[in-house]
């Protein structure tokens, strides 16, 4: 009930008026609802309920005072969910008006759009019941911590009582509150008025109406002229006229005991009358005779013009001006009633792909998903798995309203496609914060989310081409081995193939090697052709050993280079020397038919010759460097090796060593180096060929035998 200033005014005889003291609106307020699984929390602390005298909070409370209740509520503790509820019905000593409170978050209030925690509805009492306090919570417990906050209604005292405690019911419970200054006291009407006053209170419970009274001392006018009463209220208000709300004109003795009974008297309406002299104005005036031993409450009703449009911190004026004595009374629009909330905002975490890194990036498709797992465990609760799906720059996902003090752990899918790429170890990344840890190859998370904290993490993945053996061209090393009949290192005519050599393969360091599908390349035996060879090899540098069969030794190889055509074996170790296999290098060209190979290319000159072992043959020592002859010697037709095509397989007329008039230089060397011409023109014509395979079936070239060391 409002108050401008003592004497107290007997207003709850009309509950209407009295209750429209503390109506309570609240302009755009949705009430949340309570559903039917809602639960009754027990959110109100009992000991924190205090009532108080609204006018003076260190006076007793009276009847007809306004008083006030307060107290706190907590959340904390309770799994509590938007829709559950607590409430408080107070005892029939009390009354409020109906309306709502909001239970208005802390850090909101006094923005244009305040959060709210919940909504409080106020239900008056009735015959039987006292009134009740119902808070319903809304959203913002569904996304904070901890949450708490208070409440404070205002209200009207209706009766006394000389106990010093009042039972107040939480929920279903009852508990016992107590009463400051040892309970309810009578109403205190104040000293009897000896000078004119003014006041103003809420007509109704909705504040659509304001009730202002005057009371004037009958001594205080006299007994010669009539009591006059110029009245002015502010713009936006008019004066109701008639109906209930109409002026009315009381009178009480002016005695103890009269004040104290309280009791007014209806004034004569042929005595009284009311004119009005504008839009904002009108005339109370009363004829003699005038009681100079009573008191004379003239009261009227203003209404709002446009009550929707009122808002919070509007103030309406009147003022009255009582035979030359002016009294100004003012009412404000306010909220009889407050409720405050505040928590912890939950937390939470979101992972953005980032783009795809590595020479591999382009081929894989954008709408490609990568799942990161997840690992959730908050407070008391048993872990839980999420799953996030993210494409590679495309939109962060994540996991909110999770309460402070939750684990999460966080890793990626490994990717499984396409064949041709190799995923890399993917990599999280965050700004640095000791809740958050990484694993020291980046490829896990575990963070401990914090109250109003999200984390965000970056996940970048790195995709990188793999070619497959059989998309890379591969290489073959040949072909022959022979008896060279005369020692001469060079294949010759009418010399015949030797089979049965072993041949072994090896790198460079003389480690064993792979082919290209990953087997082992075991030694093989020439077969009795000669011809042996080393299928489907990666590119790269290689080393062949032979071995002589029984009765036979390697042969000397030829001082000079007949290439396709020597010996290419050092006789102390068998070993070849380096073969660089590779397109357009070395002696690499590229394969036919003929070749009996799978790979695409072959170093076919890779040739060893033996000669029988006598008696007399001395321990093999190097080969010395020959001296030319002087003169030259008829050289043999030579014949092809047999089962072998083509200029660089085709056994070939040793070179003649020629005496030439004007040098006297070795023909041999010129020959030799015609023929690496001719070659190498090969060899770089082979470098344009496009890479081509050969069917996958492996065969050994000549029906060379492959054997195991």
């Known amino acids: 009930m409002f108050r401008a200033s003592k004497p107290w005014v007997k207003r709850f005889r009309n509950v209407g008026v009295a209750l429209?003291?503390?109506?309570?609106?609240?302009?755009?307020?949705?009430?949340?609802?309570?559903?039917a699984e809602a639960a009754q929390l027990e959110a109100i602390d009992a000991s924190s309920i205090v009532f108080t005298n609204s006018i003076d909070p260190n006076t007793p409370l009276l009847v007809g005072e306004n008083s006030k209740v307060t107290f706190n509520w907590s959340l904390e503790g309770m799994r509590a969910v938007s829709g559950d509820t607590f409430s408080m019905t107070l005892p029939q000593n009390f009354q409020f008006a109906s309306g709502v409170v909001p239970l208005t978050v802390g850090s909101t209030a006094g923005s244009g759009s305040p959060e709210s925690a919940g909504v409080c509805t106020l239900t008056?009492?009735?015959?039987?019941?006292?009134?009740?306090?119902?808070?319903?919570?809304?959203?913002?417990?569904?996304?904070?911590?901890?949450?708490?906050?208070?409440?404070?209604?205002?209200?009207?005292?209706?009766?006394?009582?000389?106990?010093?405690?009042?039972?107040?019911?939480?929920?279903?419970?009852?508990?016992?509150?107590?009463?400051?200054?040892?309970?309810?006291?009578?109403?205190?009407?104040?000293?009897?008025?000896?000078?004119?006053?003014?006041?103003?209170?809420?007509?109704?419970?909705?504040?659509?109406?304001?009730?202002?009274?005057?009371?004037?001392?009958?001594?205080?006018?006299?007994?010669?002229?009539?009591?006059?009463?110029?009245?002015?209220?502010?713009?936006g208000l008019t004066l109701v006229t008639s109906g209930a709300n109409a002026p009315t004109a009381k009178s009480i003795e002016a005695t103890a005991s009269g004040w104290g009974a309280h009791q007014w008297s209806d004034v004569d309406q042929s005595q009284w009358s009311v004119d009005p002299t504008g839009p904002q104005s009108f005339t109370i005036s009363m004829q003699q005779p005038i009681a100079q031993d009573h008191i004379y409450r003239f009261t009227y009703v203003t209404t709002i013009d446009h009550p929707e449009n009122a808002i919070v911190g509007d103030v309406f004026e009147n003022t009255a001006v009582i035979n030359g004595t002016t009294r100004t009374q003012t009412i404000t629009y306010s909220t009889i009633g407050g409720g405050s909330a505040g928590g912890d905002e939950r937390g939470g975490f979101v992972v953005a792909k980032e783009a795809l890194e590595g020479n591999a990036a382009g081929l894989i498709p954008v709408d490609t998903?990568?799942?990161?797992?997840?690992?959730?465990?908050?407070?008391?609760?048993?872990?839980?798995?999420?799953?996030?799906?993210?494409?590679?720059?495309?939109?962060?996902?994540?996991?909110?309203?999770?309460?402070?003090?939750?684990?999460?752990?966080?890793?990626?899918?490994?990717?499984?496609?396409?064949?041709?790429?190799?995923?890399?170890?993917?990599?999280?990344?965050?700004?640095?914060?000791?809740?958050?840890?990484?694993?020291?190859?980046?490829?896990?998370?575990?963070?401990?989310?914090?109250?109003?904290?999200?984390?965000?993490?970056?996940?970048?993945?790195?995709?990188?081409?793999?070619?497959s053996p059989l998309d890379d061209p591969t290489f073959a090393i040949g072909?022959?081995?022979?008896?060279?009949?005369?020692?001469?290192?060079?294949?010759?005519?009418?010399?015949?193939?030797?089979?049965?050599?072993?041949?072994?393969?090896?790198?460079?360091?003389?480690?064993?090697?792979?082919?290209?599908n990953g087997n082992t390349v075991a030694p093989v035996l020439s077969d009795s052709n000669g011809a042996y060879h080393f299928d489907e090899l990666f590119k790269g540098e290689y080393v062949v050993h032979f071995e002589a069969p029984d009765g036979f030794k390697l042969t000397q190889p030829s001082a000079t280079v007949h290439l396709g055509l020597d010996s290419v074996a050092d006789v102390s170790t068998g070993l070849s020397h380096v073969v660089l296999l590779g397109e357009g290098v070395g002696k690499t060209s590229e394969s036919d038919a003929a070749d009996g190979v799978q790979a695409a290319f072959i170093d076919r000159t890779i040739d060893a010759g033996f000669v029988?072992?006598?008696?007399?043959?001395?321990?093999?020592?190097?080969?010395?460097?020959?001296?030319?002859?002087p003169t030259p010697s008829p050289a043999p037709?030579?014949?092809?090796?047999?089962?072998?095509?083509g200029v660089d397989c085709s056994p070939k007329q040793s070179p003649a060593t020629v005496e030439l008039a004007t040098t006297g230089g070795d023909f041999s060397m010129l020959l030799a180096a015609g023929t690496a011409i001719v070659l190498l023109g090969a060899a770089v014509t082979g470098v344009a060929v496009l890479r081509r395979r050969k069917s996958d079936t492996a065969t050994v070239a000549g029906g060379g035998e492959r054997i195991s060391e």
């Open 20 to 35: 429209g003291a503390i109506a309570i609106i609240v302009a755009g307020t949705v009430s949340p609802v309570a559903s």
């Open 612 to 629: 029988r072992v006598e008696d007399s043959d001395p321990e093999p020592t190097p080969t010395p460097k020959p001296t030319p002859k």
């Open 124 to 235: 008056p009492g009735t015959a039987s019941v006292g009134p009740k306090i119902t808070c319903v919570l809304g959203d913002y417990v569904d996304t904070h911590d901890k949450v708490s906050g208070s409440l404070w209604i205002e209200m009207q005292t209706l009766t006394a009582t000389s106990d010093n405690t009042v039972e107040v019911k939480l929920g279903d419970d009852v508990v016992v509150v107590k009463l400051p200054d040892s309970g309810i006291k009578p109403p205190n009407f104040g000293p009897i008025p000896t000078t004119p006053g003014k006041w103003a209170f809420w007509t109704d419970p909705e504040r659509t109406a304001i009730t202002w009274y005057v009371d004037v001392p009958g001594d205080f006018v006299g007994t010669a002229n009539p009591l006059l009463i110029e009245d002015t209220f502010a713009a």
């Open 479 to 516: 072909d022959y081995t022979w008896n060279d009949l005369n020692r001469n290192g060079v294949q010759d005519a009418g010399e015949p193939p030797l089979g049965g050599v072993k041949v072994s393969l090896r790198d460079a360091a003389r480690n064993a090697v792979a082919d290209a």
């Open 369 to 467: 998903e990568f799942q990161v797992d997840a690992v959730i465990t908050e407070p008391g609760g048993a872990p839980r798995a999420e799953t996030l799906q993210l494409t590679a720059g495309g939109e962060a996902k994540g996991v909110s309203n999770l309460p402070a003090g939750t684990t999460v752990h966080l890793s990626e899918v490994r990717p499984s496609g396409p064949v041709d790429v190799e995923w890399g170890t993917p990599r999280f990344s965050t700004n640095a914060n000791p809740s958050v840890t990484l694993s020291a190859d980046e490829s896990e998370v575990d963070a401990v989310i914090v109250a109003g904290g999200t984390y965000r993490f970056s996940l970048v993945n790195t995709a990188t081409e793999v070619l």
């Open 637 to 645: 037709k030579p014949t092809p090796k047999p089962g072998c095509t």
